[in-house]
């Protein structure tokens, strides 16, 4: 009897080690999988190339930006893409920087902070912004990840002045 119960908590012992063990890798494997599409979307942003930060995102998206609608879907996401374009609006410098990283179930959540500028035409210097975001991404059947909901603000208080 006390052999049995010494196994039992043995096996329960190693059973949550490894347990463990597979959690940390698999959210150290999707925060490097992160780190690659921020990197890809940070490329896309500075060149302008739309399709190319586009294909970052799940066809039913959804992104709720600062002071603007909820966008829903790639269609309306492209649309919004090509208005910023149209204004002239060019983004230049990004940087995201993951704060932490959540996996659970077919989901991984990004907590992370960011510092941006960009200029309209015009403009004798750009415009520079710093906050933080909350990116979901959506875990694909070839573990692959696609960004499912996103959302961001401003570290500065607009009605605040200086």
């Known amino acids: 009897m006390k052999t049995t119960f010494l196994r039992l908590m043995f096996t329960t012992l190693?059973?949550?080690?490894?347990?463990?063990?597979?959690?940390?890798?698999?959210?150290?494997?999707?925060?490097?999988?992160?780190?690659?599409?921020?990197?890809?979307?940070?490329?896309?942003?500075?060149?302008?190339?739309?399709?190319?930060?586009?294909?970052?995102?799940?066809?039913?998206?959804?992104?709720?930006?600062?002071?603007?609608?909820?966008?829903?879907?790639?269609?309306?996401?492209?649309?919004?893409?090509?208005?910023?374009?149209?204004?002239?609006?060019?983004?230049?410098?990004?940087e995201p920087t993951t704060y932490k990283v959540y996996v659970s179930g077919n989901f991984v959540t990004e907590v992370g902070f960011y510092k941006i500028s960009f200029t309209y035409p015009g403009m004798d210097k750009p415009i520079e912004d710093a906050g933080k975001y909350l990116t979901v991404y959506e875990i694909q059947p070839d573990k692959s990840l696609k960004i499912k909901i996103e959302t961001w603000n401003t570290d500065k208080n607009p009605m605040e002045e200086k």
């Open 14 to 94: 190693v059973v949550t080690i490894f347990s463990a063990a597979a959690v940390a890798q698999s959210e150290a494997e999707y925060k490097d999988k992160i780190l690659k599409m921020n990197l890809a979307m940070k490329e896309a942003m500075l060149s302008g190339n739309g399709d190319a930060n586009l294909a970052l995102y799940a066809k039913d998206a959804i992104s709720m930006p600062s002071y603007e609608p909820m966008i829903e879907g790639i269609d309306a996401l492209r649309k919004s893409n090509e208005a910023m374009k149209k204004s002239g609006m060019k983004v230049t410098s990004f």
